[in-house]
């Protein structure tokens, strides 16, 4: 099992990035996935979900309004589009995978595969 993120970077607050995650050693089509980050000496915090098809969408109140999860189910890829950014969302952002059978989704606890992480600075 491999979740691959990538796409992080450093950038002034207002601008843009976008994250993706590619996934190889599971059905990745039919598993919910999320977004996950951890700012420095904090713990985790749950970010965005997404179920299987794409249909259904979860956000953080602190993120809703200006990140955008989605899927490519044929390309095994999860993305992340942060606009608007600002210093607080400053972390290692993971991608990871809903255990089967959880709908948990904004339990940190209930993910199974996890990504390595991609960091993401905002910094003026």
């Known amino acids: 099992v491999q979740l691959v993120e990538s796409g992080g970077g450093m950038v002034q607050p207002g601008e843009s990035l976008r994250l993706s995650c590619a996934a190889s050693?599971?059905?990745?089509?039919?598993?919910?996935m999320s977004w996950v980050r951890q700012a420095p000496g904090k713990g985790p915090e749950w970010v965005s979900a997404?179920?299987?098809?794409?249909?259904?969408?979860y956000y953080a109140d602190s993120v809703k309004g200006r990140f955008t999860i989605s899927r490519d189910n044929a390309k095994n890829t999860l993305y992340l589009q942060m606009n608007s950014l600002k210093p607080e969302d400053t972390a290692l952002y993971y991608c990871?995978?809903?255990?089967?059978?959880?709908?948990?989704?904004?339990?940190?606890?209930?993910?199974?595969?996890w990504g390595q992480g991609t960091q993401v600075t905002v910094s003026s």
């Open positions: 990871a995978r809903l255990t089967p059978r959880s709908s948990d989704y904004d339990n940190v606890d209930e993910y199974d595969y």
């Open positions: 050693g599971f059905t990745f089509s039919r598993s919910d």
């Open positions: 997404i179920n299987t098809g794409g249909g259904s969408t």
